[in-house]
């Protein structure tokens, strides 16, 4: 169990918050539907070794109300907790990890996300891989912590048992597969933004159409806000103290997902290394991309293709991102807090056919 009381934490891999306070939740005020609504009613608490804030537009804010969508949020991000915690022998990625080379017989929940995330791991030539933790944990990134870079031989050993490539999905067969007994799979880079999907859904499910949910810094959002306004979320700007807000992004039935490499580093002999492992080289990235967030429909993909594009770097990852057609804002550090800011011909559109005047009423 967490300290905090909450369910244990899915393991970090190489998401960025990762940003657990990357994105804040912004109400910006927008002439919008005249829908009757009273107020937002506000559900915080711990998951998945993070914390999520969840704000749902509605007339009926009793407490009755508010303990019966609090359960129905929480039951959403057990539920992700109990397939896919690597912190929780009983879960069912642990069981998968545990076996041997025999088909696993999976759950749904389990399969759709580990069919996104090698979809995304074949998209980027695999700078997405659910495979990486191994090389995660000698980093010094993972438990109990590594004290020093790992040698040449133990680095190439770990490489050898990681790849995307040593699993197999059989959605409709109901099945994953893995090619070496020793491979085992973490979907920390991904499971938060499918929890902010699942909370969304049994939201909508519920009749309550105007909500936002952030889980971690990986953000859903649907409808308007109490004040009938389209939601807005500010992009943290990546300064090494503080906070601030970068971007501001209109969010209107579409989500957004931020990694990057600020929060979350260690230093050895005055180096600063980066938790974000490349799965390609075992090694942490070295390039300049301070931040990048994705739009889409999807968190669950918003937050796969994040990672992902913050392995590639601003060069290799705006052209991917651009060849594919992802909304992709990209933060280039150029000097100790200073960055140039690059978008993806997509995201420009979204954000121009979207109104981008107003008045911020809340910062998260």
Not at 172 to 186: F, Q
Not at 247 to 270: C, H, K, M, Q, W
């Amino acid at each position: 169990m967490s300290p905090s009381g909450g369910p244990p934490p899915l393991r970090r891999l190489v998401i960025p918050g990762l940003f657990v306070a990357g994105l804040f939740a912004i109400s910006f005020f927008r002439q919008g539907p005249n829908t009757a609504v009273t107020s937002e009613l506000a559900i915080t608490g711990p998951t998945m070794g993070t914390t999520f804030n969840v704000k749902v537009v509605t007339n009926d804010l009793t407490e009755a109300n508010r303990e019966r969508l609090t359960l129905l949020v929480r039951a959403a991000l057990d539920g992700v907790d109990e397939h896919m915690s690597t912190y929780r022998p009983d879960s069912e990625i642990e069981q998968f990890n545990r076996g041997d080379t025999e088909p696993f017989a999976a759950s749904q929940d389990l399969l759709v996300v580990v069919a996104e995330a090698q979809r995304v791991a074949r998209l980027t030539g695999g700078a997405f891989d659910i495979t990486v933790g191994p090389l995660v944990d000698i980093w010094g990134f993972g438990p109990p912590g590594a004290t020093e870079a790992p040698d040449e031989d133990t680095l190439q050993e770990l490489v050898a048992v990681t790849g995307f490539e040593q699993l197999e999905v059989d959605v409709e067969g109901g099945a994953l597969r893995k090619a070496r007994a020793d491979c085992r799979i973490d979907l920390s880079a991904i499971a938060k933004g499918f929890g902010a999907d699942q909370v969304s859904a049994a939201l909508t499910r519920q009749g309550l159409p105007n909500h936002m949910v952030e889980v971690g810094g990986e953000v859903r959002a649907r409808g308007f806000n109490e004040s009938e306004q389209v939601w807005r979320i500010g992009i943290e700007r990546p300064i090494s103290a503080g906070r601030s807000v970068q971007f501001i992004v209109p969010l209107a039935d579409r989500s957004l997902a931020t990694s990057g490499d600020y929060r979350n580093f260690v230093e050895r002999d005055g180096v600063r290394i980066s938790h974000t492992i490349d799965p390609r080289t075992g090694r942490p990235i070295s390039h300049n991309l301070a931040s990048v967030s994705v739009m889409h429909a999807s968190c669950m993909t918003a937050d796969g293709l994040a990672t992902a594009l913050s392995v590639l770097g601003v060069d290799e990852g705006f052209e991917l991102a651009e060849r594919q057609g992802i909304p992709a804002y990209f933060l280039v550090r150029v000097a100790d807090d200073e960055f140039e800011e690059r978008q993806t011909s997509v995201w420009t559109s979204l954000i121009e056919n979207s109104s981008s005047v107003g008045t911020v009423d809340e910062v998260r």
